[in-house]
């Protein structure tokens, strides 16, 4: 088993709707988990940390899980431009700044 | 700086031939790490620091990659003898501790 896995995708959606990724992971000592948003093999851009209460910015909101070891990434009325590929990143028990990717689940909008 | 700078951005060596990548992580940040990025997305850890000591070299393939990160100089990530299979896009990443900043990546090609 992966120690951090999410569904490829492609998720294909109509603009306006509500697309929801699930990210699982085995450490359960795991402590800080984060989506990042990759465009077309650029650079990985933090779109989100996540925290246990749950957070949310604009059209994105992120749970997490610690007794089902996931987490999520809701994005409400989705745009064009919110088409890329979303990475999961979990950080290792603290004190070893390490971090497990999941390999992206990859999210395209169309018109 | 207020963004992790990598150079060159694309880099052609043949096999056999050393390559060396370079990044300045943001300025403040104690934790650079190294990832590399083949096509099937996966981010594979190759090495991090904390300022100018080795943190966690376990995904560095130590006969042909060697990195430094010296005072007052960039990072560097060195590859001696490039083969096929490192060609990847390799992204380099600063933390204060908690999220991680890439820099734009280095794509290496080796022909």
């Known amino acids: 088993r992966k120690e951090v896995e999410q569904d490829p995708g492609p998720f294909n959606v109509p603009e306006g709707a509500t697309v929801a990724f699930n990210c699982t992971y085995s450490n359960s000592a795991s402590q800080s988990f984060f989506w990042y948003r990759q465009d077309c093999r650029k650079e990985p851009k933090l779109l989100m940390s996540?925290?246990?209460s749950g957070n949310e910015d604009g059209r994105f909101t992120a749970q997490l899980n610690r007794a089902s070891q996931y987490i999520s990434l809701l994005i409400r009325d989705s745009k064009l431009s919110d088409s890329a590929t979303y990475l999961c990143?979990?950080?290792?028990?603290?004190?070893?700044?390490?971090?497990?990717f999941g390999t992206g689940t990859r999210l395209k909008v169309l018109a | 700086g207020e963004e992790v700078a990598q150079t060159p951005k694309h880099l052609v060596r043949g096999e056999g031939q050393k390559a060396k990548l370079y990044c300045a992580p943001i300025k403040g940040h104690s934790y650079v790490f190294w990832y590399q990025q083949v096509l099937k997305n996966e981010f594979k850890f190759l090495i991090s620091f904390q300022n100018e000591n080795v943190f966690d070299e376990t995904g560095m393939p130590k006969e042909r990659f060697s990195a430094k990160c010296l005072p007052n100089s960039p990072c560097s990530l060195e590859i001696q003898a490039t083969k096929l299979e490192d060609s990847a896009v390799y992204f380099c990443?600063?933390?204060?501790?908690?999220?991680?900043?890439f820099g734009e990546g280095s794509r290496l090609t080796v022909l």
């Open positions: 990143v979990v950080g290792e028990p603290s004190g070893t700044y390490k971090y497990i």
């Open positions: 996540v925290y246990s």
């Open positions: 990443a600063s933390s204060p501790g908690g999220e991680l900043f």
